[in-house]
């Protein structure tokens, strides 16, 4: 899958991480899967950057492979991983989703790609994407994951604000109907960063047909991790639970 420059500098990657990551955020939203499921044994953590989410199941005892194709963002990770402790039950490799062979590291009762991991890759390549997850599922084990949502119109601006209230991010999409893709563009206000990108937007029913295609079935739709807010009402994003098809 392309590599996103955002992601892949330090000083973007603190800007992000900033604004989405600066509280308590990873720590909730791993909280959020811990309200339909127990602290899994082993979790593959897919498009981990530098880690907020793989260190904090770490935390939490589970044994976790965090990979990304972003170097700079795994180097990171890995620093991060030494300071929390030497003997913590957690790795970080540089791999490549479209590459498939995320079973080479064994199978995982939990695999999660939060962030819009997906909305980053071709709409052809999703299937192959699919299938590299369901490999590297164990008997029984559960994908989470979320996508951008298509919606309405041509264009949509979304605020982005902390805990507190405060506006970190305006996000301006653009959705092109004929490429079935949008214009991403997010201006983090605190530094002046821009964030540039091409993504795919999905609809609830073209993912649940994609993930089938895959031999996953889905278990679950929603507007939150936590799948307590209705599908219906998720901007801008959607949250989806899979498993393997029997």
């Known amino acids: 899958m392309g590599l996103d420059p955002f992601f892949n500098e330090r000083a973007t990657i603190e800007v992000f991480e900033h604004a989405f990551y600066a509280g308590d955020e990873a720590a909730e939203e791993v909280g959020a899967i ?3 499921r127990p602290v899994p044994r082993r979790i593959l953590d897919v498009g981990c950057n530098a880690g907020p989410h793989a260190l904090e199941w770490a935390r939490r005892g589970a044994e976790v492979v965090g990979v990304d194709v972003a170097p700079v963002a795994i180097d990171l990770a890995r620093r991060r991983a030494a300071a929390l402790a030497p003997e913590a039950p957690v790795r970080f490799e540089v791999a490549d989703l479209l590459e498939g ?5 064994g199978r995982f009762d939990l695999v999660t790609a939060l962030g819009g991991v997906f ?8 299937v192959p994407a699919f299938e590299a997850v369901r490999a ?10 979320d996508v951008l949502r298509w919606f309405e119109g041509r264009r949509k601006t979304f605020l982005r604000r902390d805990a507190r209230g405060a506006l970190k991010i305006v996000w301006e999409f653009e959705l092109d109907p004929m490429r079935g893709r949008g214009h991403v563009l997010g201006h983090f206000l605190e530094t002046g960063a821009v964030q540039d990108s091409d993504r795919a937007f999905y609809t ?3 993912i649940t047909t994609l993930l089938g295609l895959a031999g996953l079935e889905r278990t679950g739709v929603a507007g939150d991790l936590a799948f307590s807010e209705p599908a219906e009402s998720a901007e801008p994003s959607l949250f989806f639970r899979a498993r393997a098809r029997d």
């Open 34 to 36: 811990l309200a339909w």
């Open 119 to 126: 909305n980053c890759i071709e709409r052809a390549d999703l």
């Open 136 to 145: 590297a599922l164990a008997p029984g084990g559960e994908f989470v994951f």
């Open 101 to 105: 062979r995320l079973d080479r590291w």
């Open 204 to 206: 609830a029913p073209e």
